[in-house]
């Protein structure tokens, strides 16, 4: 279960709230049926049950204690990263992965 968010726009999208122009703006191209699909499913799950879902390709974030899963798609670089606490999700955020290279 989502316990908390770490930004308003993930919690507005996870609550079906409209979004202002800013936070519709950080966005951009997400696609954000899908990523309410997922943070719905996050807000169901346990971590047992996220193993079980490959297409979330949910895993552990290399050199810190949060997790991740894919926010729309594989090939998307947005993802919902957030870290467990008691069985509960905490600090659930969309996040833009960005192409260093």
């Known amino acids: 279960m989502i316990r908390s968010f770490a930004d308003t726009a993930t919690e507005k999208l996870f609550l079906g709230e ?8 950080k966005l951009g191209n997400l696609d954000r049926i899908k ?15 996220l193993l079980l879902i490959p297409a ?8 810190t204690t949060k997790y991740s899963i ?10 919902i990263t957030f870290h467990w606490e008691d069985s509960e999700m905490q600090n659930v955020e969309l996040v833009r992965i960005e192409d260093t290279h």
């Not at 894919?70 to 090939?75: F, G, I, M, N, T």
């Open 18 to 25: 409209e979004l202002s122009r800013k936070e519709s703006n």
């Open 35 to 49: 990523a309410f699909e997922r943070l719905a499913i996050l807000n169901e799950a346990n971590e047992k049950s």
């Open 56 to 63: 979330l390709h949910y895993h552990k974030l290399k050199g």
């Open 70 to 79: 894919d926010a729309d798609s594989r090939k998307s670089p947005w993802r």
